[in-house]
């Protein structure tokens, strides 16, 4: 209340209308009494100047026996030129001062001897002003035959007085009627001011709050009037840099939603600034629930970043890549996945120092890296597998040369073994070869519709010697009900071949093997090939379908194989719409199960990435 408008321009108002009545009081008081001096003083200059008719009066009675009896008579004659009255009086006194004769006996009884009267009782003619409560005029007047006496003539200044307390009462009561208009005015003065000044306050207070849809009547042309009006622009103008901030906003959160890259922006206290989808997919309930912090996202992704010297700045240790904006680190793995990190610092201008914040980018290179991974293991095998055949055609070639005189036997020995070293290094191509063609759709399929129980006893057929070699039990069983298959028979003999003398080759001599032909509801047919082998430990089997894998690359090779044929039988029964799957249990056997389509549509355009390319 004391801090408000009203009450400060009430205030205002009236220390203003007492100041002035006070100053006007005064003003009027002191010039009251001057006036009444100085009237006085010349009143009496007048009459008792030596030329005037009351000072030779004065004279004259001043030269008879009883001339302080005639000059009582001649200031009595005199009085209303002297202004005698109940205030002022007449005294003829002698140079002692005692009274001879007055207007008031009373008063002139008790007289005082004030400066004037000193003066003229001595001689002198200074006629000094009277004192405060008192004006006073002595004239010496010349006696002759005797002492001189004094005519004095004394005012109380009552008058002046009451006069001044008249006065006084008139100033009281137009201060108080001046005190009432000052605050009727400084109200009615104080709400023209405050109340637009009040809307203003509550429409200030609404666009604090974001609502800027009110406008500010602007009823006047003063200064008031300019700032309302000021104020209406400049909500406008805020209203519509919002709009564009808000317009930018949500293009960036539709890019970045749109981003499949994960995108997280920390502040300068670590907490979370804005983040993605695909940043929530990464860090799941952490980030929905705001309990991601720079500290754990940097665990989480297993950056090299420390907390710096100053508030957020992170020092980057050896390992980043300088990018134009900040840094990227390769190759973090978090979660099972790879992913290349970009960190930029956030700043208001790239002048400025002080970093507001931080923002991460996080491309996943899972597939990329597996895929680089699957590349350089790929080309190792392949250099590994080509240069052990290699190795033994040269050093047979080279002992063959060196001994012209050798051993025909011996020769014979050496020449088989470059032989079959090139029948291996020519399967290991060939295999090669089956893939990348398949891999780049390139294999040509021959489809024609056979029966698949005779294509079976066929193929047993095919493999008898290598079987009756190791001396093997094969039982073959079948539905009788099968129906034919559409396929390229070539491609998928090629495969039953392969899982055939897999289990031969990996079953001690004396096995069982037994292959059962089933359908199911006439849509696929299932071939399952059981042997009571080696088996494969349980570790192993999901990678059997990978290139070049081997469970026990010493028993494998000595089987001759190329660790190519499960992955060629994958892409080729895949490559018709089938599945192979494999079970295996260590030292117990393994049974390898196909399922083909009856109506093989063979796929042509297979989206896979190449490791050869
Ligand atoms: P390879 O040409 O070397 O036989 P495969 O791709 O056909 O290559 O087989 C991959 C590996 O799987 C083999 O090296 C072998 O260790 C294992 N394997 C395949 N079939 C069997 C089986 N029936 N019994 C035991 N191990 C097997």
Not at 330 to 341: C, F, K, L, S
Not at 516 to 541: C, F, Q, S
Request: aromatic share 8%; charged share 25%; glycine share 8%.
């Amino acid at each position: 209340m004391l801090r408000s408008l009203y009450f400060k321009i009430v205030l205002i108002l009236l220390i203003f209308i007492v100041a002035v009545m006070a100053a006007v009081g005064a003003i009027l008081l002191s010039g009251v009494t001057s006036f009444f001096m100085d009237d006085f003083a010349a009143q009496m200059t007048d009459c008792f100047s030596a030329e005037s008719f009351l000072y030779r009066d004065l004279c004259d009675a001043a030269k008879g026996p009883n001339y302080a009896y005639d000059m009582k008579n001649v200031l009595s004659s005199y009085r209303n030129i002297l202004g005698i009255d109940e205030y002022r009086n007449y005294y003829v006194l002698n140079l002692d001062g005692e009274m001879l004769y007055g207007s008031d006996t009373e008063l002139g009884e008790s007289l005082q001897l004030t400066p004037n009267l000193l003066s003229a009782i001595s001689g002198s003619e200074t006629n000094l002003r009277g004192g405060m409560d008192y004006a006073d005029w002595a004239v010496r007047i010349p006696v002759e035959d005797s002492e001189d006496c004094v005519v004095y003539i004394k005012d109380s200044l009552d008058e002046m007085r009451q006069l001044n307390s008249v006065l006084f009462s008139i100033i009281l009561q137009a201060l108080l009627i001046g005190v009432l208009i000052a605050v009727l005015l400084s109200f009615f003065l104080a709400k023209s001011i405050s109340s637009p000044l009040q809307s203003l306050t509550y429409d200030t207070q609404l666009v604090a709050s974001g609502e800027f849809s009110h406008d500010i009547e602007v009823d006047s042309a003063d200064e008031i009037g300019v700032l309302a009006e000021n104020f209406n622009y400049m909500k406008e103008r805020l209203r519509s840099t919002l709009d564009e901030v808000n317009g930018e906003r949500q293009k960036l959160d539709t890019v970045l939603s749109g981003m499949r890259d994960a995108v997280v922006a920390f502040m300068a206290d670590g907490t979370v600034l804005h983040s993605n989808r695909s940043a929530e997919e990464l860090f799941g309930d952490e980030l929905r629930e705001n309990r991601l912090t720079l500290e754990s996202c940097l665990e989480k992704l297993d950056l090299p970043l420390g907390p710096g010297e100053g508030g957020l700045s992170l020092t980057i240790p050896d390992g980043g890549e300088i990018t134009r904006d900040g840094y990227i680190f390769h190759d973090r793995i978090a979660e099972g996945h790879v992913y290349d990190v970009g960190y930029a610092p956030l700043r208001l201008s790239p002048e400025e120092k002080q970093e507001l914040g931080c923002v991460f980018i996080i491309h996943d290179v899972t597939g990329r890296y597996e895929l680089d991974k699957s590349r350089r293991e790929f080309v190792a095998n392949v250099s590994h597998e080509l240069n052990t055949p290699l190795t033994a055609i040269k050093g047979a070639t080279e002992t063959v040369r060196a001994d012209p005189g050798m051993d025909p036997d011996m020769r014979d020995y050496f020449l088989d073994m470059v032989l079959s070293e090139s029948d291996r290094m020519h399967r290991i191509v060939s295999d090669l070869l089956t893939l990348s063609r398949l891999d780049n759709n390139r294999t040509k399929w021959d489809i024609e519709t056979f029966d698949m129980r005779a294509f079976v006893r066929h193929i047993c057929e095919i493999m008898r010697p290598e079987i009756e070699a190791h001396r093997h039990r094969v039982t073959f069983g079948s539905d009788r009900s099968l129906p034919p298959i559409t396929a390229d028979r070539q491609r998928i003999e090629q495969v039953v071949i392969n899982i055939l003398s897999n289990s031969i080759k990996y079953t001690p001599d004396g096995g069982q093997i037994d292959i059962v032909l089933t359908h199911r509801e006439k849509k696929t047919v299932v071939l399952v090939i059981r042997d009571n082998g080696v088996g494969i430990p349980e570790e192993d089997v999901e990678h059997l379908f990978e290139r070049f894998y081997r469970v026990e690359k010493s028993r494998t090779q000595d089987a001759g194989g190329t660790g190519l044929g499960l992955a060629i039988a994958r892409e080729l029964v895949e490559a018709h719409g089938g599945t192979i799957t494999i079970k295996s249990k260590l030292g117990e056997g393994t049974t390898v199960r196909i399922e083909l389509p009856v109506e093989c549509r063979l796929k042509t355009d297979k989206d896979r990435n190449d490791p050869l390319k």
